[in-house]
């Protein structure tokens, strides 16, 4: 069964450093997005993706993130310089336009020191 | 805007106990999709159900069921003989513009906790 990957599982970074998370989606899907999880809270929506340009985004991606489908498998998040409050689970979703499923994937565990 | 409640925050029950854990929903489109997602400790997002906004007929899967009601705004979701392998958080979600490509609001979750 097809899934959504994303590398690394954990990355540990100092506050102020650049990072960038990675995802690859579903094959076929044509949406992609970008959800946050701080531990021990509810996931909140950052961003959505269609077409090679963001569709909708939230009040937490500023400025500081951005997203990217540098080729034809990779959808990346970057964090510019993170701070203390980005530690948290990223997971990137994909979705094919047809069956209304998101599929997630594993997530990546952000941890800002 | 859309929004989500799930009101309890944790349940704990007993092996085989059933249990319902609640959803209400805000939202002013007339077609959105709700979704259920199971959080085990390890930590990744389990699928577990869609339902459209036109189809209010309850659904069961093997000891999971779900209640859905227009008229009250919530998706209920009920485990019947519960096991210890239900212990996880439990995510009700909604999404709007009958789910192309729009968001999933997620509610709070409820953290299940089944003792043996």
């Known amino acids: 069964e097809p899934e959504v990957t994303q590398t690394p599982s954990h990355q540990v970074t100092q506050m102020g450093q650049e990072v960038i998370l990675r995802c690859v989606p579903i094959s076929n899907h044509l949406y992609f997005y970008w959800y946050r999880q701080i531990l021990g809270q509810k996931v909140e929506f950052l961003v959505s993706?269609?077409?090679?340009?963001?569709?909708?985004k939230s009040e937490i991606f500023d400025d500081q993130f951005s997203v990217e489908r540098p080729d034809g498998s990779n959808f990346t998040l970057k964090i510019r310089s993170t701070k203390l409050e980005d530690s948290a689970m990223y997971f990137c979703a994909s979705f094919s336009g047809g069956s209304y499923e998101q599929y997630f994937g594993p997530g990546t565990r952000l941890t800002v020191t | 805007a859309q929004k989500v409640t799930q009101a309890q925050t944790e349940i704990s029950v007993v092996e085989k106990e059933d249990v319902t854990l609640d959803c209400v929903y805000e939202?002013?489109?007339?077609?959105?999709?709700l979704f259920w997602y199971k959080q085990p400790p390890s930590g990744e997002l389990v699928f577990l159900i869609r339902r459209n906004s036109f189809d209010e007929q309850n659904e069961i899967s093997g000891r999971y069921s779900w209640n859905f009601q227009k008229s009250t705004s919530s998706f209920n979701f009920t485990i019947t003989a519960s096991q210890v392998v239900d212990s996880a958080v439990y995510f009700c979600a909604l999404s709007e513009r009958g789910g192309s490509g729009s968001r999933l609001t997620f509610g709070e979750g409820t953290q299940l906790t089944v003792n043996p």
């Open positions: 993706f269609y077409n090679n340009e963001i569709s909708e």
């Open positions: 939202t002013r489109d007339t077609t959105y999709y």
